[in-house]
């Protein structure tokens, strides 16, 4: 009987890199950790190794997704940036900030990567791992989260590899992630001089607050079709049925906790939110791989990143 095909489990030092990248170059894919989740990367600029990423996933081809570059110069190649953009690449990047930009014409991508549209979704990493990575390579890397399309996000290897199985050839074990929540996203519209607007595309580890004191207040809201990753209505799903801002838990529910309503699993004992989303994945990985049928969630305050948390939640608990 032959072998059945396992992922290539990768340490991140010099030799784990080399072999990274070895793959990534001929067009394979690769699962790679960043500070928010781990991405499943190949290069952008390859419509074979793009069309890859679409077939492991299960992801539904009008879904773009983020191009990683290694930094603004790379980043400039590929969509025209307004002061308003390098003011926000050079206050956030490298970090979990994603801009949706006009792409330029002669930009070398391949066209699944922007699902059509004539933007494209661009950001520059801090983790050390992936950082290193694209400095091993000369092509920018498409990146979306490791995982079945409408699964839970992973933020461990042993996530991506639950998830995904052989249909990740390979996985850079870089640990657990720092952030646990996918990047925030906004979309740049026009320029500001002539009246142009922002918004707020997927809330994340960059808060609506902290932009707001870059931009000003959000002005537009473009948000009848998809732009970016994470705005379906169900998405991040542990595959079972959730409730949200439980006080009490039933016998046949995980219950997933934070400040001082405790649980299976405890987002934060303290009431910290950024801990709170650095857990939520791996809680609901917990809550998911349960015996109980039925999920729970304590309530989580709305402010800062706590909407981030929420946004999640919410679409987690959509049922379809």
């Known amino acids: 009987m032959a072998r059945k095909n396992v992922t290539e489990q990768l340490a991140p ?6 072999r990274a990248a070895q793959i990534l170059e001929a067009g394979g894919l690769v699962a790679v950790p960043t500070e928010t989740v781990y991405g499943l990367a190949a290069r952008a600029d390859s419509a074979e190794a793009v069309a890859g990423i679409y077939a492991a996933k299960g992801r539904p081809s009008f879904n773009p997704l983020i191009v990683h570059v290694k930094d603004l110069d790379q980043a400039e190649r590929l969509a025209l940036f307004d002061e308003r953009a390098r003011d926000l690449a050079r206050r956030f990047w490298p970090g979990p900030l994603t801009l949706v930009l006009p792409m330029r014409e002669d930009a070398k991508l391949a066209k699944a990567v922007s699902a059509g549209l004539p933007t494209i979704a661009l950001r520059n990493p801090a983790h050390p791992v992936m950082q290193a990575l694209l400095d091993r390579i000369d092509f920018p890397l498409a990146a979306p989260s490791a995982n079945r399309s409408e699964e839970v996000s992973p933020t461990r290897a042993e996530h991506v590899i ?13 640990g657990p992630t720092k952030a646990g929540l996918e990047s925030t996203i906004i979309a740049l519209r026009g ?11 997927r809330p994340g580890p960059i808060t609506r607050e902290a932009l707001e004191q870059v931009l000003g207040p959000e002005t537009s809201h473009e948000k009848d079709k998809v732009e970016a990753p994470g705005q379906t209505p169900r998405h991040y799903s542990p595959g079972k049925p959730l409730r949200l801002n439980a006080q009490e838990v039933a016998r046949d529910e995980f219950f997933i906790g934070f400040g001082e309503i405790a649980g299976d699993c405890t987002l934060s004992p303290q009431g910290d939110l ?22 729970a969630v304590a309530p989580i305050p709305e402010s800062g990143i706590g909407q981030a948390i929420n946004d999640r939640l919410k679409r987690a608990a959509t049922r379809s």
Do not use: F, K, M
């Open 13 to 18: 030092t010099d030799e784990g890199l080399a």
């Open 162 to 174: 639950a998830s995904l199985g052989e249909r990740c050839p390979a996985v850079i074990a870089g």
């Open 191 to 201: 320029e500001r001089r002539l009246g142009g607007g922002w918004n707020l595309l």
């Open 274 to 295: 950024s801990a709170a989303a650095a857990n939520l994945y791996d809680c609901l990985h917990q809550a998911a791989a349960s015996h109980r049928p039925r999920i």
